[in-house]
């Protein structure tokens, strides 16, 4: 599957433009603010039906105007598939494959596989575990409906059984039957959850292990850990134990909505331990662990959307980043950067079809 | 004023390490994870007696080890300046100036002026309000010992401002003259913090323009603009026309603890409307006329940490970024980067002393 063309009208920063793009490795060559990412997010739209970096699809309108729209025309099993994103001020936002409008944008999700590497992923290791959850769960549930319907069945079990926890704190009584009723609801899905995030992370370690090893040269160690409460002990038995402080603290502290995935590099925790390119590698590695999975799964090559890839990695774990990236094993790539000069250079090393666009203040040459 | 020599023990992921160094640019030049930044770091101490990336000072010992030792030897004002940082695991952290330790750390800042520009500087801009705020207070704090005691002051009556509009809500009772003595108390400090605020930030202003608009090439156009509730009116006129929101949020919802700095690019918000190679140079900027600042106060140039300072800038802001800070204006500098060849070629064009030290694991050639 690839991309052949892409036009945008009033997106972002751009008024107008049209791309013929390589079915292997394209771009994006230009000075701070000219466009290069807003392209990415562009492609990401036709997607996800969403931009990766602001949620408000109005703001992505360029300034002054009052519509944009994104289309692509894609080859998919031989097939030409017209995708097209029309959003409107103060209007619904318009979502048609081969001109026949959607009437829910979650029917598209799936149909173009897509992985972005961006300098924001940096959040899942700054921030709190919630961010690292919600990037299990929506892998997971791009693949497979039910776990997102156990997730929503669990999160709604969860606050009925916090708002009973705080009503008997409030009234001072406690009444085990009610309390039993959202346990027993709360298990099997939780139960569920636990045991597809296990499977998926203990998929995803050897791939990631992989990665980072040919990137890092081997030359420093890290792992991966999925931590679960009940990795080690039932569900059932779990909040019975915990009963008493669930009561003092008037929440449920034990289950999978309390699950995290634990970086480590060289034995250390990754956030203190490692410095910015050994982060930046760790979250690299991730990701294309993430793309061979999403790949498999979908017996496909996603697009492969690479933002400001070179920043912070050294020369040598870049040529072996682009050594990689150029393997038959992906498909159709899209990566930005501010060098022509190092761009040029490191791509005519390569023995694979290319095309450089040169972005300058919403305009391609 | 430089830094002539430093000296290091067990810091990080450093055993042991000593080096001399130019008394204008000097480079840390290494692959990811060979400690460039941590040397950064080791000089940070010596300024601000702590990390400038882990607060926790027993975490920044080599792992395995017991205790850490810094040491630095400055030319200050035509004397040595020897400065000593100590930290034994379970003990608290010794500091030195020319071997006579000092009682409170507190007295050893502002001898040895610092700015350190880092990529974690971008929580400035995606972070929330009280962010910022820091910000210009430590900068502030840094001259005005008096804005840091009205700091405290004005925190601490705040608090009893809020407890006591909780005991209103919770006791359904209103006392007026309780609440008249807080207000007289808030709004001495609060005016002396707005004024001093907005002193520095309209000094800040036309320095920080000058030096975005020199390294954008004028490419785009930025402010940087005060925001307060005690722009436009008076702080106990305020006080009495929020009485009600308070009394409902049971809390102080005016003052200056809601002020904040406003960022823009082209008139549009600089965190949902700028590149991130226009947001890097924004904050370089913002950078810059800090340490303007810091140096007229103190009438000397402070050291200028630059920590990967070429990600995410294009060729020619790279090239006018460097072009800047070789010139006189400027004193010490330290910078790292991950890419020797390009460091070389950037230095050999300046007409300047300039050392280039290479970093291997915690070994420096």
Known sequence: MYLKNLSIVNFKNYEQAELDFSP?????????????????????YLSFCKSFFNPIDSQNIRHGEEYFVIQGLFFKNEAEENI?????????????????????????IGLIPLVMISPEDSFLISEGSEDRRRFVDSVISQYDREYLEDLIIYNRILQHRNKLLKEFANSGTYDEDSLELWNDQLIAPGKKIHEKRKQFIEQLIPVFQKYYEYISSGNESVSLTYQSHLENEDFKTLLSSSLRK????????????????????????LKKSGSQGQ???????????????????????????????????????????????????????????????????????????????????????
């Not at 000075?31 to 492609?43: F, I, Q, R, Y």
């Not at 097209?84 to 959607?102: A, D, I, P, T």
């Open 24 to 44: 292997k490795i394209n771009c994006f060559v230009g000075l701070n603010g000219s466009g290069k990412t807003n392209l990415l997010d562009a492609v990401h």
């Open 246 to 269: 669930d009561m003092i603290l008037q929440y449920t502290t034990v289950g999978t909505h309390k699950d995290d995935l634990i970086f480590t590099v060289n034995n250390f925790p």
């Open 279 to 365: 982060q930046k590698t760790f979250l690299l590695a991730l990701k294309l662990a993430q793309f061979d999975f999403i790949k498999n799964i979908n017996n496909l090559n996603p697009l492969l959307l690479l933002d400001d890839i070179f920043d912070k990695l050294d020369a040598i774990r870049v040529s072996k980043l682009l050594a990689l990236v150029s393997e038959n094993h992906f498909g159709q790539i899209f990566i930005t950067d501010t060098n022509l000069e190092r761009t040029e250079q490191i791509l005519s090393k390569l023995t694979i079809d290319y095309q450089v666009f040169n972005v300058t203040k919403g305009a391609i040459a």
């Open 84 to 108: 097209y994103c029309g959003m409107k001020m103060n209007q619904k936002k318009q979502f048609k494959r081969n001109k026949k409008e959607y009437s829910r944008l979650a029917d598209h």
